[in-house]
Nanobody, 118 residues
Framework: VQLQASGGGLVQAGGSLRLSCVAS????????MAWYRQAPGKQRELVAT???????DYVDSVKGRFAIFRDNTVNTVYPRMNSLKPEDTAVYYC?????????????WGQGTQVTVSS
């Protein structure tokens, strides 16, 4: 499964961004999708997940500010990030997990930079 992430950029604190991640394949609706981020000098952390049945979960630091959606008709997952803070600055990575023809996959996108200025 190939993932193409986009939508990063530079935004002022308090602003919003919407990322997107397009996945290949014709069984996207079965994939569990997630977004991770990695700030300079820090470990990659899980930010948000959305299951194949659109159940969502978020790391505490973004609850109430971020929302993740999926559109299975266009194989895309969208995290909407509001009230951005400088500490949200990181490279954001899209992740997909699932099973295709009996084989488990765990795929990563190329990452998109989000920079929040104070």
């Amino acid at each position: 499964v190939q993932l193409q992430a986009s939508g990063g950029g530079l935004v002022q604190a308090g602003g919003s961004l919407r990322l997107s991640c397009v996945a290949s394949g014709n069984t996207f609706s079965t994939y569990g999708m997630a977004w991770y981020r990695q700030a300079p000098g820090k470990q990659r952390e899980l930010v948000a997940t959305i299951s194949s049945v659109a159940e969502t979960d978020y790391v505490d630091s973004v609850k109430g500010r971020f929302a993740i959606f999926r559109d299975n008709t266009v194989n895309t997952v969208y995290p909407r990030m509001n009230s951005l803070k400088p500490e949200d600055t990181a490279v954001y990575y899209c992740n997909a997990r699932g099973i295709i023809r009996g084989a488990i996959f765990n795929s990563w996108g190329q990452g998109t930079q989000v920079t929040v200025s104070s």
